[in-house]
């Protein structure tokens, strides 16, 4: 069971509903049976801009940034917390349209891709990006959106 903390930060009037955040958050839990906790939060392009600058030393905003939450050793909590997404509401509308993409689908696909960096997943090395990329095709044609990387 997945608990959603949604943050609106952005003056985007196209940001998808909170059920639908949290099902496409919720299809994309490696183990979907344990409680878990994540917060998506949708900000404009200054924020990300100054997020990706501070914590990835690149200027700019960019579509979605990942902040896995550590458990300090010892501490036992009820739920099972992620950590954080940050996704960019501009950033994710302007590549939908430069890519072709529906809106929609892109969106999916962004809290999807986080929410597998959230649980571990990256795309550093070309064998980790297939994996990644492998199982976000998987689920984005689960939900019934083509696949992400197909041109």
């Known amino acids: 069971m997945l608990t959603l903390d949604l943050q609106v930060a952005s003056e985007s009037d196209q940001i998808p509903s ?8 919720t299809v994309a839990l490696r183990e979907p049976g344990l409680p878990t906790e994540v917060t998506i939060r949708i900000v404009d392009e200054a924020e990300s801009a100054e997020l990706n600058l501070t914590y990835r030393n690149k ?27 940050v996704i960019c509401a501009p950033v994710v509308e302007r590549e939908a349209r430069e890519q072709g993409k529906s809106l929609t689908a892109h969106w999916a696909h962004m809290v999807i891709h986080g929410m597998l960096h959230l649980q571990g997943y990256d795309h550093i090395l070309d064998a980790d990006a297939e994996v990644m990329e492998t199982l976000e095709t998987e689920l984005m044609t689960q939900l019934g959106f083509p696949a992400p990387y197909e041109d």
């Open 59 to 85: 200027s700019g905003p960019t579509n979605v940034l990942s902040f896995e939450f550590e458990i300090p050793p010892g501490v036992e909590l009820p739920e099972r917390p992620l950590g954080d997404l």
């Open 18 to 25: 909170e059920p639908d955040l949290k099902q496409w958050a």
